[in-house]
């Protein structure tokens, strides 16, 4: 059966601070991946999605980069976090035949403060 | 702009009550899907109804779409206190071939033991 990862669970970091979100996924291959961000009380807000290694998609300018360096593992970073960075980060995989309209396997999320 | 919009916002009702959420879009769809949240944890899938079907069942979940209203409502019967939780429709926009999802802003549900 397939499984998703993320980690950490929760994260306090300091403006300005570097970030780096990990996100894997097994008993799969070749998925599409995505990473949402999800401020409190509010819907999902779509970040990045990849297609494969190396291919990321940016679906909003922003603060924040996304990277593939594996087939399984999709990672989010940023350099210098902003106070508006905070909120409830997903990741996500869809089956790549299905389209990125598929249905969605959503990991356990990590919750990031920026103070 | 937001493709899906669910309603109402916030619902609360009796265990064994039906419970019933809608959600309306804007553009033509490929398929409309629901999920739920936990508080505090990633998304569920509950069911994927595509834009030829009218209506699906999955256990205590019906859900029914209505593409020339564009709508499509979720329906549990005989909740539990366990069914509480946020649920969220999503829809692509039928953009081509990487037509993506578009997630509402979720209604909470509240299902009183």
């Known amino acids: 059966s397939q499984t998703i990862h993320q980690w950490p669970a929760t994260l306090v970091q300091p403006v300005g601070s570097p970030l780096s979100l990990e996100c894997t996924v097994e008993g799969t291959s070749n998925p599409n991946l995505y990473w949402y961000r999800q401020a409190a009380g509010r819907g999902l807000q779509l970040l990045f999605y990849?297609?494969?290694?190396?291919?990321i998609s940016s679906e909003v300018p922003q603060n924040l980069s996304a990277s593939r360096p594996q087939d399984r593992q999709f990672i989010l970073s940023s350099k210098k976090l902003l106070l508006s960075d905070s909120g409830f980060y997903l990741c996500?995989?869809?089956?790549?035949?299905?389209?990125?309209?598929?249905?969605?396997?959503f990991g356990p999320g990590t919750r990031l403060t920026v103070l | 702009s937001q493709q899906g919009e669910e309603d109402p916002q916030a619902l609360s009702i009796q265990e064994g009550e039906n419970a019933t959420m809608n959600c309306s879009y804007k553009?033509?769809?490929?398929?409309l899907q629901w999920y739920r949240q936990n508080s505090g944890r990633g998304l569920v899938h509950l069911i994927l109804?595509?834009?030829?079907?009218r209506e699906k069942h999955s256990g205590r979940l019906r859900v029914t779409l209505d593409t020339s209203k564009k709508s499509s409502s979720l329906l549990i019967t005989a909740s539990r206190a366990a069914d509480t939780a946020s649920y969220f429709c999503?829809?692509?926009?039928?953009?081509?071939?990487?037509?993506?999802?578009?997630f509402g802003k979720g209604i909470t549900l509240s299902v009183r033991p």
């Open positions: 996500a995989w869809s089956r790549l035949a299905g389209g990125l309209s598929d249905e969605q396997f």
């Open positions: 990849s297609i494969g290694i190396d291919q």
């Open positions: 109804i595509r834009s030829n079907e």
């Open positions: 999503a829809t692509d926009a039928r953009a081509g071939a990487n037509s993506k999802l578009t």
């Open positions: 553009t033509s769809i490929n398929n």
